[in-house]
């Protein structure tokens, strides 16, 4: 086995050494009653040649593959990933080191994540960001831990329900075994989040928004934001699609306390969900109250700038059960990517690339809505939005993916007042001609 | 080769991304406008962030040289004790890149998705073949998030039956991260502490059990690197007081296809797919930590789970006792399908033949270096050793500046001071992928550092020399943070 690089002749050298007759000995100290009996029942080893054509029976069987053109956001992008950073996020000296713990070793990731959480604070526009959490819905639910633990006596938290269905989910399994309360916060008509509830309430230790939220409408964060600081609660600001930023008011020009999301779109493959990124920042003055982790910038004994893991008086090894989350491993690989990407970008890129979404978008909203559909919510959108036929939608639907398209995504799951109602997706990866063919369909 | 890898390089100065570039520059192509303008309001429009601007040249020079600044297991041996930094195959990689995987999206309908359903299905299958615990859900994202799926399935267990408990026991041998997880959930950790052989003694742990613990959140092999022997009595004792048994299961590297983890009793365990099925950690991350648990439990795991229905896979809703969804799709898919692939390539007796060469290259240290450094639990170990600085401390040379010193050789230090029960702890795991001769070296290296503990101890205290930065100062960085550029 190519991966085992001791020979018959070494490893009867080496069992002399530890004075053991056989590999089987080394194991003498586990009794009787824990051993597995026989052999693992797995499928035999394959060569490499073998595994590429098991893998290739495998990638046969994905009905919508690669060449689909697919008008799904709903949390997962597709945006095109430059080759320089597949290249660059491939070198081995990145992918298979550990968490730097010896910085002296690994001045590369550390200075990788240092700019990594420099450009996300500037993109959210906040003072502070950590190293990555695992994804956008594990990030919004540190949030609200951490906007409990920064309101310490105060028993609620409220989410929009205009944040995606999965990351609520996600929400209510974190807080589920505590004795917080978590509330959610209806939609109006116009798909912005109704806030009128907040009125008078003073147990909320924060609020979440997003924005553009699920149905890709732009909240008006800067009235949320007074809305729920009336109330005396944190404003977390959530996002799906860090690159709208790029074109509208970030969380924090909006007065948001913390920001947080998904930031696969940021260079990142769709692969089925993961891996992902998840990002988080804040006011300065949270910052010891941050899950995750934290790189600084520092000296070295002869004065030069380098970069540590900081603040670590905040984290599971140090603060055992006291500590501000349990976060050990998170996404650090994908963050070091995010940064490649936005560095790829640069302002003016981001901006651009931003602009051409919002435009594609809104040209494929106003052609539908020409060809009979009726856009749903009346609030102006990013990137998504979610459309409503007269007639039965399904069979145009089946006929798009006839010819490699998948036409949105059908809400009743997720929203079932929304039944029969799609959310669609355009980014820059679908050309004008892309979007003629749907409502060509459309228009039967 | 008989000499140390340890060399000076030609090591290039780099910048800051917002230190270099050019306003105007760009790193990417962005395809034409071929639609209208449309209008925005201007009231949600923004400033865009204050970017720099970089030439694809720039990028591509800037973590090229970056990337020359780390260590990783292709550089070198890298002996993280509980890191578990074996090999990461090349072939691996591929797999997860394949196009079809890589554009797969995750709100698509099951039917357009069969392959990737097909691969999480296999490896729950595999998974539940190597714990021997058939329920597994592959959602966390890693270690620590496994730990938190864990002790929400005992919460939801322990309300099933009507009853809360408060507290949960935790050895002074299981892994750092472990109370912070036990206490998101509200439990209180109670400590145990280790016997003097290093292990769990089972009158330690029935004096502690009563009916407000939960249960007991162990590590096995623990993080001395030894087999709790008492595995199953402690289990009993355990369940007949209604508790339940948490294996963390970060040093499963030890044990495949040699010890059944039902058998031993354990009720829940998570796997860390980084570290034992050889996915590569990314400087940080992304991991897996997938959790495997009895039948009884199966109905708490996370939602949804992939099921298999004839020839079809489905993502399937847990039912109403499921504590809920933990990830915002499937899981760090991209490692599970690198992990899929590592079980596919090894095979059942490839993958029992790592664990036992994994157990002796930690066998083959410990021996060969118990005469230079102390060695608090002369035993056998499992896959990790612990050595301490005992002896060093005479010559004021510490386990930091041993470490440090190791650097200079080439190699990456091992974990330093844990697990906490030995002060100045020196915890080394080799792992299988490391051949007799890097050993060898390796253990070269150590000797000749615990030689100039005695005769030049100011060497260690200044190293490491050769790196590209000299020793960081770690207490400036906390007390004044600098976090951002």
Redesign the interface.
Known sequence: MRYLPHTDEEIREMLAVVGKESLADLFCSIPGECRFEGELPLPPALNEWNLNAHFRQLTDMMAVDQDFKILIGAGSYHHHIPETIRALASRSEFLTAYTPYQPEMAQGTLQGIFEYQTLTARLLGMDVANASMYDGASALAEALLMGLRIAKKKPKVAVSRAIHPHYRQVAKTYLQATDFELLELPFLENGRTDLSALKDRTDIAAVAVQSPNFFGVLEDLPAAGEAIHAAGALFIGCFTEPLAFGLVKNPGQCGADIACGEGQSLGLARSFGGAGLGMFACREQFTRSLPGRLVGETVDLDGKRGFVLTLATREQHIRREKATSNICTNQGLCALTAAMYMASLGGGGLRELARLNYDKTEYLKGELQKAGGTPVFSSPSFNEFVMAFEDDFQPVYRRLLEKKIVAGLELGRYYPELAGRYLFCVTETLSKNDLDEVVREVRG | MTELPGASGLILN?P???EK?K?????????A??????T??AG???E???????G?VD??R???R??????????GM?P?GS?T?????K?N????????????????AD??????L??LFGLQE?LA??T?LPGVSLQP?????G??TG??IF?ARHESRGSKRTKILIPDTAH??N????????Y??VPVKSGPGGILETRAVAELMDGETAGIMLTNPNTLG??E?H??EIADIMHAKGGLVYNDGANMNA??????AA??GVDVMHL?L?KTF?T????????A?PVCVTEELAKYL?SPRVIREGEAFHLADGGPDS??????????????VRAY?Y????????????S??A???A??L???LKGDLHLPYD??CMHECVFSDARQREHKVTTLDM??RL?DFGF??P?IY?PLVVPGAIMIEPT?????DDLDLFIKALKRIAREAEENPELLR?A?GR????????T???RK?????
Not at chain 2, 23 to 31: C, E, N, T
Not at chain 2, 85 to 89: A, S
Not at chain 2, 98 to 106: D, M, T, V
């Open positions: 780099e800051l991304l917002w570039g306003k105007g520059r760009r790193g990417m192509s962005i395809p406008a071929d639609v209208p303008r449309a925005l309001e949600l429009m923004g865009g962030p204050d970017f720099p601007d970089l694809e990028v591509v800037h973590y090229t970056l990337s020359q600044w780390n260590f990783g297991i292709d550089t890298y993280l890191c930094m074996k090999y990461n195959p072939i990689e591929r797999q997860a890149a394949l196009p079809e995987l890589a554009a797969a999206h995750p709100m698509l039917v357009h998705v069969q392959g990737a097909r691969i595999f073949a190597i021997g994202a890693a270690g620590a998030q730990e938190l002790m929400l919460a750092g991260t109370p912070a997880s036990a206490a998101l959930c509200g209180q950790p030894l087999f022997t595995i199953r044990v495949m296809g040699m010890v059944d058998r031993c860390n980084h050889s590569p950690h990314g400087g940080g991350g992304p991991g930590g996370p504590i809920g969804r933990m990830h915002g799709f499937f899981g760090n898919f991209s490692v599970l692939s079980i596919r390539t090894m095979g059942p007796e490839n993958l029992k033949k790592a036992q060469l157990v002796l290259n066998n083959y410990k021996e060969k035993r056998p470490a440090k650097i990456h230090p974990t844990f299988e992928t490391e051949c007799k200044q490491p790196s590209k930065l000299r020793r960081l100062d770690e400036a960085a906390a943070p600098r976090l951002c550029g």
